[in-house]
Nanobody, 126 residues
């Protein structure tokens, strides 16, 4: 049983930056990976990024490579998403996610994710 609490969303101008946080609670996370998906109005939920919890290996959607950076603090069961050079097309609700067994390399397939955060709105607009 893992609960995910995320924060850090908001309104920023194109080219701006935002930092999201997601903390796992209930017990120390010992699963495979954590990361984020996002969903814009009228669109399917899409994979953004994942990080393998133990190894720290990272996996990014092509759309965010070079702009977003994921990191984690294992002692705090917390993952962070630094988002730079934000574009209007990044506007979406961002959902933190965690999976007990699914390696981050497979998250792009968007199947069988165990836990979801409540979502935080990111709006990139002039």
């Amino acid at each position: 049983q893992v609960q995910l609490v995320e924060s850090g969303g908001g309104l920023v101008q194109p080219g701006g930056s935002l930092r999201l946080s997601c903390a796992a609670s209930g017990r120390t996370f010992d699963g495979a990976a954590m990361g984020w998906f996002r969903q814009a109005p009228g669109k399917k939920r899409e994979f953004v990024v994942a990080i393998n919890w133990i190894s720290g290996s990272t996996y990014y959607a092509d759309s965010v490579k070079g702009r977003f950076t994921i990191s984690r603090d294992n002692a705090k069961d917390t993952v962070y998403l630094q988002m730079n050079s934000l574009k209007p097309e990044d506007t979406a609700v961002y959902y933190c996610a965690a999976d007990q067994h699914l390696d981050g390399s497979s998250w792009h397939a968007f199947g069988g994710i165990d836990y979801w955060g409540q979502g935080t709105q990111v709006t990139v607009s002039s």
